[in-house]
């Protein structure tokens, strides 16, 4: 039954393609050797592939030598091959490097300014600040001298910046190649950065375009522009401009700007010495600025004046005679307390002639004299006795009676603080606020003559007492204000009512808020020295009102003009009649009371001390026909004195500022009460008090009181605390 069976089974027949490759099959020789897949090797095969070897020595020999010629082909060619390949790379270096160059002038040329801004730009305004008589007092901005032509320059100026900024000047174009040459050199020699290979242009195009960062940009950059330059501008033009552009230190850009503040004359007019200093700053101008650094000046001068000589621009002879004659001893414009001024107008600019966007010319109502003599008063009385009554700053404001400010000083030294003392701060005025509360009761009836008590008073629990804590009973109301009485001064406040004496202050000018309580009789309310000498000016000109103010008229550099002060229509704002007893009561206090120090020899004067609170702020305001001029010492952080007064160290410098003020000025009188003054107010006085013993007779209407004696009414005790802490808040006042 299974004979006929094979053991493999059935087989299908195959046809075409693979009935073909039905018997194609792989062995071990058809595959790739590697790894686990080579061939295993039998013995016998093995044996006999070594005795075939051994016995074919013929081929062997013909191998070796045909290995040998392919070796000296293969080293022929590659010999020729390594020198084309090193000219070749050359070149294809050389192309990406040209490549990489004009890459790098496109890069920096698409991050400058567009061409069409490419035009010399137009200086920084600056504010020039003139005084009455048309001096420069100061500057705000970069002091940019007016441009001066190469031709009116004296030859031996634009040489000396050649000679020692550019000696191949003429011969470039722009970029000096020999010069960056030597640059490296000399650097490399001294290892460090000791020489550049700017060029005049290049230094023109930084100043004009560019900032002064250093950085590889901004060098090609410089590069660039500087060539453009070249092309646009003639060698004497780009000079001349490079001359009237380049900074020279202290704020001052161009050759007669640099020539005006150094020498005090036109770039027009420098001598050899001079040209070669100014040269000398283009290196460094801060650090060899000579009113900063006279010696380094001097001696970068030597080193510019032997350029001259080796350039053959001067002689031996005219280098050795310019040596150390430079007159660099000129007080640089706008210095010390006028820059107060200076700080006080650019606040007041905005208002007047809105955004500036080209140079100015302010002129204004201070007199360069009056300021400088306002100036020494303050420093000097400090100086000397600063130490003794623990005072350390001053301010000083000075004005005609209509308001325009002749002098100011904010501080005593301008470089270490800029606060303005004058303007900005606000203090206590003490007793010399005293004068708004008797011009009150002036005009509700009393007069210079009306009788009060000065006695102790008691305001809910406050008793404020006298600076010397004597008391004289009945005296007028000149009396208690020259002698400063602080119970009559507090009577009279409450008896026209605070809120009046507040609206007065601020009627005459008082600008600051003020409490309308019962202290504001002693000046407990803070105000501004220019506002309080700016309200006591209608005093002095008989009770008009007054705006302080300092700018008379703004035109640009051209003559144009921007802004003229108008005259004002002055109210009146205070009676004749008042303003005239208020200028008779006083005088009084200038001549027997607080102020007695204070004289102006021939000038009738008037005024009013105050001392704050525990002698933290010393004032006077006094005033005659042609000044009104308010003092005031003190400390910044409102710490005490040692017992400064307003009749003290304020008097002082007062007096020595007007004795100078008025030398030469014809005398004028105050203005007086016309007709004088009704005695109808000292008839209802005397029903209530006894008046004063025998009267002698008194300018301007009035007559001078005899000095008050001691009444006999002694003060409330004052012991214990609450009398302690009135004294110290209140006793002070003067």
């Known amino acids: 039954m299974g004979l006929g069976k094979k053991k493999g089974g059935r087989k299908e027949p195959l046809f075409g393609l693979p009935a073909a490759l039905a018997d194609l099959r792989l062995n071990p020789a058809d595959r790739i050797p590697g790894g686990d897949d080579k061939p295993k090797k039998s013995a016998k095969s093995s044996a006999k592939r070594k005795s075939e070897d051994a016995g074919d020595e013929p081929p062997r020999e013909r191998k070796a030598q045909a290995g040998r010629s392919g070796a000296k082909r293969r080293s022929k060619s590659r010999g020729g091959f390594g020198l084309g390949r090193l000219v070749y790379w050359g070149a294809v270096l050389s192309l990406w490097g040209v490549i990489a160059v004009i890459g790098v002038v496109i890069y920096v040329g698409a991050h400058l300014p567009p061409i069409q801004s490419l035009e010399i730009p137009k200086r920084p305004p600056t504010i020039q600040i003139v005084g009455i008589d048309g001096s420069m007092l100061a500057q705000r901005g970069e002091m940019a001298g007016a441009n001066v032509a190469l031709q009116d320059l004296p030859p031996y100026l634009p040489k000396a910046f050649i000679a020692i900024e550019d000696r191949r000047f003429y011969s470039h ?22 020489q550049g290979g700017s060029t005049l242009t290049q230094q023109l195009a930084k100043n004009l ?36 552009r380049v900074y020279f230190g202290s704020g001052a850009y161009g050759v007669e700007a640099a020539a005006q503040r150094y020498f005090g004359k036109s770039a027009k007019n420098v001598t050899v010495a001079e040209a070669a200093m100014l040269a000398g700053l283009v290196k460094s101008p801060s650090r060899l600025a000579p009113n900063r650094n006279p010696e380094g000046a001097e001696a970068r001068a030597q080193i510019v004046l032997a350029a001259m000589a080796d350039a053959k621009f001067i002689t031996d002879a005219q280098a050795k005679a310019s040596i150390g004659h430079p007159s660099y001893n000129v007080k640089p414009a706008g210095a010390g307390t006028i820059n107060y001024v200076a700080d006080w107008i650019g606040e007041v600019l905005d208002d007047l002639v809105g955004q500036i966007d080209e140079s100015i010319k302010v002129e204004t109502t201070i007199d360069p004299k009056l300021q400088s003599v306002a100036e020494a008063a303050i420093i000097d009385e400090l100086a000397a006795k600063s130490v003794k009554f623990n005072v350390s700053q001053g301010a000083l404001v000075a004005m005609t009676p209509d308001g325009a400010v002749r002098a100011m000083v904010g501080g005593r030294n301008y470089s270490e603080s800029q606060y303005n003392r004058a303007v900005t701060a606000k203090r206590q005025p003490g ?12 005009e509700q009836g009393l007069t210079p003559d009306t009788l009060r008590q000065d006695a102790p008073i008691e305001v809910k629990g406050w008793r404020p007492e006298n600076y010397t804590h004597e008391y004289f009973g009945a005296v007028t109301l000149t009396q208690a204000l020259a002698m400063s009485l602080n119970t009559v001064a507090i009577r009279l406040g409450l008896e026209v009512g605070p809120k009046n004496v507040v609206r007065t202050a601020h009627r005459l000018g008082i600008s600051s808020k003020l409490e309308p309580n019962a202290s504001i009789a002693l000046g407990t309310s803070e105000v501004s020295v220019v506002e309080l000498v700016g309200a006591y000016a209608p005093f002095a000109n008989g009770g008009l009102t007054v705006a302080p103010h300092v700018v ?14 108008q005259a004002e229509e002055r109210n009146q704002v205070i009676d004749p009649r008042y303003a005239g007893m208020m200028n008779a009561m006083m005088r009084e206090t200038l001549i027997s009371g607080t102020a007695k120090k204070a004289e ?8 009013k001390t105050g001392t704050s609170q525990d002698y933290r702020d010393a004032w006077f305001i006094g005033y005659t ?7 005031w010492l003190g400390n910044d952080d409102n710490s005490p004195t040692k017992k400064a007064t307003g009749g003290g160290l304020p008097v002082e410098v007062w007096t020595r500022f007007m004795k100078t003020a008025h030398e030469g000025v014809p005398v004028a009188n105050l203005p007086s009460s016309p007709g ?7 008839a209802q ?43 110290r808040l209140f006793g002070g006042n003067r």
């Open 173 to 194: 174009f722009g970029i000096d190649p020999v010069g960056i040459a030597r640059a490296l050199v000399t650097n490399v020699l001294h290892r460090g950065v000791s």
């Open 209 to 244: 375009f560019l900032t002064q960062e250093r950085t590889m940009q901004r060098k090609l950059q410089e590069a660039e522009l500087a060539i453009w330059l070249e092309r646009k501008h003639s060698k004497n033009e780009i000079l001349e401009l490079y001359l009237n």
């Open 431 to 442: 007793s010399s606020f005293k004068p708004f509360v008797y011009l009150t009761a002036l």
């Open 552 to 565: 008379t008229r703004i035109r640009t550099l051209s003559g144009k003009l921007l802004y003229m002060r």
């Open 600 to 607: 102006i020899p021939g000038w009738p004067a008037a005024g």
């Open 625 to 631: 026909a042609n000044l009104v001029t308010g003092v």
């Open 676 to 682: 004088g003054w009704g005695l109808s107010n000292l």
């Open 685 to 727: 006085a005397a029903s209530q008090v006894s008046p004063p013993t025998a009267a002698a007779p008194m300018n301007n209407g009035g007559y001078r009181p005899p000095p008050p004696t001691r009444a006999n009414v002694r003060p409330e005790p004052a012991a214990g605390l609450d009398g302690w802490l009135m004294d």
